[in-house]
C-alpha cells in the first residue's frame, strides 16, 4: 500500500516536531514548510532525530502561491495547520503580522486546498484563548467565545474560517480546540518553559532570580507529546468536527512555579520577582477545559500529569544547562 502523505505547517514549532515524530512512526510520509527567516529554527527536529526523516519546503502563510505550489508538489492528503505567531504577549505589540499570519494564514491554506484538491483533510489548531473572558466555568465546544488578545480574536477567525469551509465547500475540515500544551520543546517565552529553564539556571549557579507578571492566571496544562495524537485521531474520523483537548485540572502559574522550584529542593519565595511589566494589557484570567466529546468519539484522555510533566521539563532544562550552554540567539538558547 501507498504511504500516507502529511503536510505540517508549523513543523519547526513544539507541536510541529512532536507530530512528525508521530506521523513518522504511523509510516507517514511528512512534508512541513519552513519560512525562512535567516536564523535556523529547526533545533526541535533535531532533538527528536527526525529532520533527516521529514522533507521541508520554503513556503510562507502569508504567500497564497507559495502553499498551492506547497500542495500539487507534495499531494498531502492531510494538512495539519500549525504555523502562527502563537505568543499571546507579541500579538499585542505586533497586531496586524498576527492577523495575518494567525488568522487569514488559514483562510490562504483552506483556498489552496479549496484550488488545488478539496478532498485534502485540514486540521486547524485552534485554541483555549477564544474562550479568553470565560463564559462558562468548564468549557467545550458549545461555550460561546469572547477573545482577549489579537491573537485569540485571530484564531477565531481562522476557526470559523474552518468552520465555514466545511459548510460551504464541504471540506473535511476540523478544528481542534486545544488548551495549554508544554513541553521540553517548548518556546523559551511561554510561562512554563521560563520557570523550567531559569529554575535549572539557579540550581546550577548561573541565575538568581525569576521575573513572572500575573502569577494569579490558571491554565489547563498537557503535555504535547499526547496532544499531538488527538490532532491525528480527529482527521481519521468519518466526519469533519470541533475537538475540546484538555486535562479537565486547572492550575495557577504560582502553583506551577512552586512545583518546578520543589523538584530541584529550592524555594520558590527566594527567588521568585513580580514584574508588573509582564501583565499584559486583558488577561485571560482561568481556562478549565471538557475533553469528554474527543473521549466518547475517538477514545482520547490525557496521559501526563502536570507533576511529571514539570519534572520532564526540568530535568530536560538542567542536562542543557549542564551540556550545552549556548548563547543566546534571538531571544532562544537554542542552537
Ligand atoms: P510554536 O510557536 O512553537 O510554532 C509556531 C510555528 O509556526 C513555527 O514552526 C514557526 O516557524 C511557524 N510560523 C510562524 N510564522 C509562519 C509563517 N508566516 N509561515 C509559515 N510558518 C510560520 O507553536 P506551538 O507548536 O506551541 O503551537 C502550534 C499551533 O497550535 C499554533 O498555531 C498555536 O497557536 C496553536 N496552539 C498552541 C497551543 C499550545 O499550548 N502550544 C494551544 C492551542 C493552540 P519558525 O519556528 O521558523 O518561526
Ligand atoms: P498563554 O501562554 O498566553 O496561555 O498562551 P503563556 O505561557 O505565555 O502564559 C500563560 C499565563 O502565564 C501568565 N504569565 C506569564 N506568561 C509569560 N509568557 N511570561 C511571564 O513572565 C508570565 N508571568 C505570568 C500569563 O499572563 C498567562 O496568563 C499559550 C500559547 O501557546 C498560545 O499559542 C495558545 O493558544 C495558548 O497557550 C492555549
Not at 530541584?264 to 486583558?282: C, F, Q, S, T
Request: charged share 25%; aromatic share 10%.
Amino acid at each position: 500500500m501507498q504511504e500516507k502523505r502529511a503536510l505540517i505547517t508549523g513543523i519547526t514549532g513544539q507541536d510541529g516536531a512532536y507530530l512528525s515524530r508521530f506521523l513518522l512512526g504511523k509510516g507517514y510520509k511528512v512534508y512541513g514548510i519552513i519560512a525562512r527567516r535567516g536564523t535556523d529554527t529547526r533545533w526541535r527536529l533535531r532533538e527528536l532525530s527526525v529532520i533527516d526523516h521529514v522533507q521541508l519546503i520554503d513556503a510562507d502563510l502569508i504567500d497564497l502561491s507559495s502553499l498551492v505550489r506547497t500542495l500539487e508538489k507534495t499531494q498531502a492528503e492531510e494538512v495539519y495547520n500549525l504555523a502562527a505567531q502563537s505568543f499571546v504577549a507579541t500579538s499585542w505589540d505586533q497586531p496586524l503580522l498576527t492577523a495575518d499570519v494567525t488568522g487569514v494564514g488559514a483562510l490562504r491554506i483552506l483556498e489552496a486546498i479549496r484550488i488545488v484538491n478539496p478532498k485534502t483533510r485540514f486540521y486547524q489548531a485552534s485554541t483555549s484563548e477564544m474562550f479568553g473572558k470565560i463564559q462558562r466555568p468548564v468549557q467545550n465546544e458549545n461555550t460561546p467565545f469572547y477573545p482577549r488578545s489579537p491573537y485569540a480574536v485571530s484564531k477565531l477567525f481562522a476557526h470559523w474560517s474552518t468552520v465555514n469551509y466545511r459548510e460551504s465547500f464541504n471540506l473535511h475540515a476540523s478544528s481542534g480546540i486545544l488548551f495549554n500544551h508544554e513541553s521540553p520543546l517548548r518556546g523559551i517565552e511561554f510561562v512554563t518553559r521560563k520557570v523550567t529553564d531559569a529554575v535549572a539556571r539557579i540550581r546550577c549557579g548561573l541565575q538568581q532570580e525569576l521575573r513572572l507578571g500575573n502569577i494569579d492566571a490558571k491554565r489547563d496544562w498537557g503535555f504535547a507529546g499526547d496532544y499531538v495524537e488527538a490532532m491525528w485521531q480527529m482527521m481519521q474520523e468519518h466526519e469533519p468536527d470541533n475537538y475540546v483537548i484538555a486535562t479537565g485540572k486547572t492550575t495557577s502559574v504560582r502553583e506551577m512555579c512552586d512545583i518546578a522550584f520543589k523538584y530541584v529542593g529550592l524555594k520558590m519565595e527566594d527567588h521568585l520577582v513580580i514584574d508588573p511589566n509582564l501583565y499584559r494589557p486583558a488577561e485571560v484570567d482561568i481556562l478549565l477545559g471538557d475533553a469528554s466529546k474527543a473521549y466518547k468519539r475517538f477514545g482520547w484522555k490525557p496521559k501526563t500529569s502536570l507533576e511529571s510533566l514539570v519534572h520532564m521539563m526540568v530535568d530536560a532544562d538542567i542536562n542543557r544547562v549542564k551540556h550545552e550552554p549556548q548563547p543566546a540567539i534571538n531571544g532562544t538558547r537554542h542552537p
